[in-house]
């Protein structure tokens, strides 16, 4: 009767341990489906080939992914040597991720997907409703077709200049319908030392103020600028973002016909 209990207790342990185990591993795929779904939905797979995977933003393991799988914010996709793979837009827009390529992908007032190795090829632009910003070689880059925008460098040696900028323009018998993004890019480099003067007023209290600030600005027909926001910054002192942030409100462009102009702009602080 002893060993008849014994043999039943030990089943018992047995059959518990198996549930405990199975519990435990939909637990985790539950816990797991639900951070995700925290997380907004930035792209979709639409077929790869050889090997292909995703890592969430401070998790040291990557899992490989198949077609059909979601690309998360904050996810970084790894495509190996020898591998590709084509993903998806919201908007419809469609790239070919190349051999040997790791993305950063990254949402807010726009998606920006920093190629931190690799190169990637447009196969459809799709509507153009979603704003996707490409970060590639120091430069935001529209895959759409706008020119890329060369980043402003602040370094660490500001010059004297006049406290306010005061960019001349010449007369021009007619206003232009709108601004090119060559003239655009050349009076935000012109701001250069104004930029500088911001980061040597803070370096000396935080000598750790080096990174990147993307900043969003309207140009209205008059050529001044509105709406100022911050849309990225690896830069947490606030002060530096707002001295940065007057800076590029100060500035002025010509005059133009056209609709006000929106800019994603970014200056690296180093």
Same mark, same amino acid.
């Given at each position: 009767?002893?060993?008849?209990?014994?043999?039943?207790?030990?089943?018992?342990?047995?059959?518990?341990?198996?549930?405990?185990?199975?519990?435990?591993?939909?637990?985790?795929?539950? $816990?797991? =489906?639900?951070?995700?779904?925290?997380?907004?939905?930035?792209?979709?797979?639409?077929?790869?080939?050889?090997?292909?995977?995703?890592?969430?933003?401070?998790? $040291?393991?990557?899992?490989?992914?198949?077609?059909?799988?979601?690309?998360?914010?904050?996810?970084?996709?790894?495509?190996?040597?020898?591998?590709?793979?084509?993903?998806?837009?919201?908007?419809?827009?469609?790239?070919?991720?190349?051999?040997?390529?790791?993305?950063?992908?990254?949402?807010?007032?726009?998606?920006?997907?920093?190629?931190?190795?690799?190169?990637?090829?447009?196969?459809?632009?799709?509507?153009?409703?979603?704003?996707?910003?490409?970060?590639?070689?120091?430069?935001?880059?529209?895959?759409?077709?706008?020119?890329?925008?060369?980043?402003?460098?602040?370094?660490?040696?500001?010059?004297?200049?006049?406290?306010?900028?005061?960019?001349?323009?010449?007369?021009?018998?007619?206003?232009?319908?709108?601004?090119?993004?060559?003239?655009? =890019?050349?009076?935000?480099?012109?701001?250069?030392?104004?930029?500088?003067?911001?980061?040597?007023?803070?370096?000396?209290?935080?000598?750790?103020?080096?990174?990147?600030?993307?900043?969003?600005?309207?140009?209205?027909?008059?050529?001044?600028?509105?709406?100022?926001?911050?849309?990225?910054?690896?830069?947490?002192?606030?002060?530096?973002?707002?001295?940065?942030?007057?800076?590029?409100?100060?500035?002025?462009?010509?005059?133009?016909?056209?609709?006000?102009?929106?800019?994603?702009?970014?200056?690296?602080?180093?």
């Amino acid at each position: 009767m002893n060993s008849l209990a014994k043999q039943l207790s030990i089943g018992l342990l047995v059959v518990v341990g198996i549930a405990l185990i199975a519990y435990q591993t939909s637990l985790v795929k539950w $816990t797991k =489906s639900s951070a995700d779904l925290q997380r907004p939905v930035i792209a979709t797979v639409l077929n790869l080939s050889g090997e292909v995977r995703t890592k969430p933003n401070q998790v $040291t393991e990557s899992s490989a992914v198949s077609e059909g799988g979601k690309i998360f914010d904050l996810d970084t996709l790894e495509v190996s040597a020898l591998s590709t793979a084509k993903i998806r837009f919201s908007s419809g827009l469609v790239i070919d991720v190349l051999a040997d390529s790791t993305l950063f992908f990254e949402s807010g007032e726009s998606i920006f997907v920093t190629f931190r190795k690799g190169d990637y090829r447009v196969a459809s632009k799709g509507q153009g409703g979603e704003k996707v910003l490409f970060v590639k070689d120091g430069a935001v880059v529209d895959p759409l077709g706008r020119t890329p925008q060369k980043p402003i460098v602040v370094t660490t040696e500001p010059k004297a200049t006049p406290e306010k900028p005061l960019p001349q323009f010449p007369e021009a018998p007619a206003p232009a319908d709108s601004l090119s993004d060559e003239y655009i =890019s050349s009076i935000m480099v012109s701001q250069k030392n104004f930029l500088n003067k911001c980061y040597a007023s803070f370096l000396k209290e935080n000598p750790n103020n080096t990174g990147e600030l993307f900043l969003s600005f309207t140009i209205t027909q008059t050529g001044n600028v509105r709406q100022v926001r911050v849309l990225k910054s690896s830069i947490n002192d606030t002060r530096l973002q707002k001295c940065a942030s007057d800076v590029v409100e100060r500035t002025t462009f010509k005059n133009f016909a056209g609709d006000p102009i929106v800019v994603n702009y970014p200056i690296f602080f180093e």
